[in-house]
């Protein structure tokens, strides 16, 4: 296969929390944060990914670091195409900048025409050629090795850093779909108010998102572990230590978690008799980094008498899922009526 013979397809997840890319042949080549660390004038990009999340919370006055997508969709323009462009020069090499590549991004269930035409010009003007939009629960189902070709009923939950999805999906469409504006990221949020009104601690998101990943959980656990954090006292204003356990995150988690719960009932109760019935016997598949949130499988089916699982590599479900139908498109272009070729 020659230079230019090479494929020249690409997926991309963009997300709240990290941007992931798949090459077709190759498959995922780039997970990264979806952070940015600019100038305060935002002119000069200084560090892109994993190096500009190491500078969260910790820059001079004159360093921003933050991320462009807020809630699933792009709420600083211009960085997310300077990240884009980075990122897909990264994934595709020297090729990236010879090439146009036909680029398909994900999107929430719910995206406004606003917002998708803010994904399809970005990715264009980042360097793709061809840009399609998919979905991200449909995404999330193909990667989670789901048959959604069939007449029969899947509920998938995708559970990101700003959004969770939730939709039946049945012939290759969604059937009923949700988009809730609470996920991984409220998590944090939750977890950064608690420890401030019951221990008047002040802790940032680095240290609440590794409460949350060591020891947050949704559903009692068998035994209760502990952590030990440092963070701000908001009396004396000096460092402190403290010692915070799962029973307490669970506390802290409570609201962001069971409004998913709500968002799963609320799809369930708007879905077809027949469906619902192909539910009951397939379950419910969680995928998305929120999903790994301890027992909160279990509350799900605690509370919708389903039984509920989380895909293998959850975390990437959805860009596997853009690759699948990167390789598929005989397959998926025409079954797939919602992924929209622009030139």
Known sequence: MGFLGMSNDVGID???????????GKGIV??????????????????????????????????????PLKDGVISDYDVTEKML???????????????????????????????????????LSAGAGKVCLIE???????????????????????????????????????????CLKIAGDKFDEAIVRYIRKKHNVMIG???????KINIGTAFPREENISMDIRGRDLVT???KNISVTSEEMREALEEPVFAIVDCVHSVLERTPPELSADIINKGIVMTGGGSLLNGLDKLIES??????????????????????VLENMDLYGDTLSFIQNVE
Request: hydrophobic letters at 40%.
């Open 136 to 178: 991200e629960p449909v995404a999330a189902a193909i990667g989670a090795g789901l048959d959604i070709s069939k007449a029969s009923g899947s509920l998938i939950i995708d559970i990101g850093g700003g959004t969770t999805d939730v939709a039946v999906i049945s012939l290759g469409g969604m059937v009923v779909r949700s």
């Open 14 to 24: 963009l997300g709240t929390a990290s941007v992931l890319v798949y090459i077709r």
């Open 205 to 211: 998101e680095r240290t609440s998102e590794e409460l």
């Open 30 to 67: 780039l997970n990264e944060p979806s952070v940015v660390a600019t100038d305060s004038s935002k002119k000069n990009v200084l560090a892109i990914g994993e190096e500009a999340r190491q500078m969260i919370g910790r820059t001079p006055g004159n360093i921003i670091a933050t991320r």
């Open 237 to 239: 204003g000096l460092p």
């Open 303 to 324: 509370k919708t008498g389903v039984s509920t699982r989380v895909a293998d590599q959850a975390v990437c479900c959805v860009v596997l899922g853009t690759g699948k």
């Open 85 to 123: 462009r980075h990122f897909i020069r990264k994934a595709m090499g020297r090729r990236g900048s010879i090439l146009r590549p036909r680029v398909a991004v994900c999107i929430p269930c719910e995206a406004t025409e606003v917002e998708k035409r803010a994904v399809k010009d970005a990715a």
